[in-house]
């Protein structure tokens, strides 16, 4: 049975069609070979292959190691605004893109990590978002993690990235619309609304503790999407207290477990939405396992996905 469906708030609709799933090749495996540890620059030993570190922790035998991006896509340059006229508006490239290398073993999957060291790198992480966040110029920080080549990482070297950019992402600023029409209409938050409709209807939800929950979304725009929410409201990644932040680490490699038990060595992308102390904005992690690529038609905004997320739910579950 096919099926179009809208997304809770934003104006987003995707095309559920469960046969697709049963054409060949419909899921890939698309994560390839990676090089050799002598050659890579996130392993210990080749530091000098990469910028300046900002942070080692330790400093001596790190654990988790923070640098610049070798190829920034914004840095800090002047910023002047919105610059240029008319069709020719344009804003000086600033900014900070930086990577959090997650550790030293060149072969360990992230979710593979020990509770500690994952806990370490969100800690940094969220330190950093901090940090970024309060220059003048920044907007909007956004954290992010792709791993496997077909996700975009350039290095399977398992990593994250945080870029600080002086303009909103487009996906960040639509969703913030649509969740702000929400609350002035209804003076609620829309996801806390969400996290309830979801629970009472129970088929989307992939696993729950005290304090996450963990959702195949109603409008899934990828086959296996899932969002993991905190069960109260809060807005943004760094009001996490340090019992929130273990409970959540705890879900995301739980979820990351699953998946591989499932789908094995897989690509994917790790995206954290936040948003500064906000009432209409309720932080929350998008996973997106990559089993397919997108063609021509996705180009448009239409999405065909092929899993159902209440299908994605009962495989997922954990
Ligand atoms: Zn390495
Ligand atoms: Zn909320």
């Not at 799933?21 to 050659?39: G, N, Q, S, T, V």
């Not at 020719?88 to 020990?114: A, N, Q, R």
């Not at 509770?115 to 920080?141: G, I, S």
Request: aromatic residues 14%; charged residues 30%.
């Amino acid at each position: 049975m096919n099926e179009i469906r809208k997304d809770y708030i934003a104006e987003k609709y995707v095309i559920f069609s469960p046969k697709r799933a049963k054409r060949p090749h419909a899921f890939r495996k698309l994560k390839e070979k990676d090089i050799p540890p002598e050659k890579c620059p996130f392993c210990p030993g080749n530091e000098h292959l990469t910028p300046k570190a900002i942070k080692q922790i330790p400093k001596k035998n790190w654990k988790v190691r923070l640098i610049p991006n070798k190829f920034p896509a914004l840095s800090e340059v002047p910023f002047n605004g919105e610059e240029g006229k008319g069709f020719f508006k344009h804003y000086k490239p600033y900014g900070y893109h930086e990577v959090l290398i997650e550790t030293p073993d060149h072969y360990k999957e992230y979710h593979e990590l020990s509770m500690k060291q994952l806990e370490l790198c969100f800690k940094t992480l969220v330190e950093r978002y901090k940090f970024l966040l309060a220059k003048k110029e920044t907007v909007y920080v956004t954290v992010f993690k792709n791993e496997g080549k077909m996700a975009g990482a350039s290095l399977g070297h398992t990593h994250s990235q945080i870029i600080a950019s002086p303009v909103f992402p487009k996906k960040i600023s639509e969703k913030m619309t649509a969740s702000e029409k929400y609350y002035k209409k209804e003076q609620r938050c829309p996801y806390c609304d969400i996290i309830k409709a979801e629970k009472k209807k129970k088929e989307r939800v992939v696993s729950e503790n005290k304090e996450f929950i963990v959702l195949a979304p109603y409008a899934s725009t990828w086959p296996y999407e899932t969002w993991i929410f905190p069960k109260k409201h809060i807005s943004d990644i760094s009001c996490l207290d340090n019992s929130q932040q273990k409970y959540l680490v705890k879900t995301i490699k739980k979820l990351l477990g699953k998946y591989a038990e499932l789908f094995g060595d897989l690509p994917y992308h790790i995206v954290y939405n936040s948003f500064p102390k906000s009432d209409f904005w309720h932080f929350h992690i998008e996973i997106y396992p990559k089993l397919k690529i997108y063609g021509g038609f996705e180009y448009f905004g239409l999405y065909v996905n092929e899993v159902l997320p209440e299908y994605a739910a009962k495989k997922l579950k954990f």
